[in-house]
């Protein structure tokens, strides 16, 4: 059986970057009430393609398909294969850069046990190309096996800390001008 993920994405950034999320949000809501069909909602709200156009999910998403989880609060939640959205990811870093150059995108994947498998940021860096930083744990046991909430907490703790640190070496002062608050991380 394949893995299956839950993929939640925030924004982090200016006030504008918080709308966009919103705004995602909703188009999100709006298209599935209307298309009644959340299986394509990606492709139409992200590429503008419509639900019978020629797709590459693996592509545009990285992933053999995704949709998105219907919900009515942040974070973005997308349903997908392993491996995860990655190339989705890229992509909204990339436009939302382009309302907030100092955007950054945080990307937490699980199973469908709920056990977190990897946390990844991605910024956009003076016309470059993304910058990702991540920190993943996956093994064949770690699915088999049971964890206690506190117990995920700490992993995603550890790798999230992981992953700033990360970003912090690279960016060094530079680090400051991302608005990155610790405690929308846990």
């Not at 492709?43 to 639900?51: D, M, Q, S, V």
């Not at 590459?56 to 989880?69: I, P």
Request: hydrophobic share 35%; with cysteine; charged share 30%.
């Amino acid at each position: 059986m394949a893995l299956i993920l839950a993929n939640r994405i925030n924004l982090h950034g200016n006030h504008q970057i918080l709308d966009l999320q919103k705004q995602i949000l909703n188009r999100f809501l709006k298209d599935i009430d209307q298309k009644n069909n959340s299986d394509t909602a990606v492709k139409r709200i992200f590429f503008g393609l419509n639900e019978d156009s020629e797709f590459d999910w693996t592509e545009k998403t990285g992933a053999d398909w995704t949709y998105f989880q219907l919900r009515y609060e942040n974070p973005l939640i997308f349903i997908s294969g392993f491996p995860t959205i990655k190339k989705l990811q890229d992509y909204i870093t990339i436009c939302a850069s382009k309302i907030d150059p100092n955007v950054v995108v945080q990307l937490d994947y699980e199973d469908s046990g709920g056990v977190l498998i990897g946390t990844r940021l991605t910024t956009y860096l003076d016309d470059s190309e993304v910058e990702s930083f991540e920190e993943e744990e996956y093994t064949p046991e770690a699915e088999s096996r049971e964890l206690s909430r506190s117990n995920m907490k700490a992993i995603k703790r550890n790798q999230l800390d992981e992953v700033r640190y990360q970003l912090i070496n690279e960016l060094g002062e530079d680090f400051n001008r991302l608005k990155l608050v610790k405690s929308t991380y846990y």
